[in-house]
């Protein structure tokens, strides 16, 4: 299996810990990301990747290895603590470089068979602000399936959580690793997934941005192709 972990800090603290742990527990290949090392970039509204291309993005070339990896992976596991109730700064300007793949413009039909983690922690609060801020992409990208890790570490570091806590921690990322092993290669679309799919196809059928609706012909999805198929 390939996993791919994008982290939304650049250190290796108590999110990073968990998403590794959990990657290591599922087995396969990993390859890990940390944001901004390596990716580091605002989008600047130039909106070149909705209207001409996502090639225009002026970040294109440096997204592209992270862009493969996400493609190529067949699980994705997005990890950052809890800055101010939401993610990272630079998970939402990481993540903010993919809205022309939300099922509204040009999904990838490579999303639709993937599993998903979303991972953070915090001090005390908002995780589950956070979890959403990351699931959100997910689903919009058509990633049909989604496990949470949401946990209250009362610390600052990895070394600095009680056991208690640790115990949890072991207990739900064995689950989640096992549940990921069972489904690799079966995961199914949602019905929530495809009510958007067709919502959104409905628009496209009388759409007013021409790449998009260019594309959802290409991929014959106006027609009977569907990207879980
Ligand atoms: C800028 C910043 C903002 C934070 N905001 C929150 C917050 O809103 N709620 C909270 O409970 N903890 C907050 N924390 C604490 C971290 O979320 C918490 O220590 C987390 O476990 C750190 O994860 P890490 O070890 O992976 O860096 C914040 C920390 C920083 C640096």
Redo the contacts with the bound molecule.
Sequence with gaps: MKIVIING?N?K????HIARITAEKIGGEITEFFLPKDFGEFCIGCTNCFMKAEEKCPHYEKLSPLTNALDEADVIILAS?????HVSGAMKAFLDHYGYRWLIHRPNDRMFKKQAVCVT??????MSSTLKDMSDSLFFWGVPKQYKIGL??S????DKINSKKKKIIEKKTNSIAKKIQHKNGKVKTGIKTKAFFYLMRALQKNGWNEVDVKYWNEKGWLKKARPWK
Excluded: I, N
Excluded at 81 to 85: D, G, K, L, N, T
Excluded at 121 to 126: F, K, S
Excluded at 155 to 158: I, L, Y
């Design positions: 800090t250190h603290g108590s999110t990073e603590p809890v800055y101010v109730y922690t915090a001090a005390g609060g908002g209250a570490v610390a600052t570091s990895w």
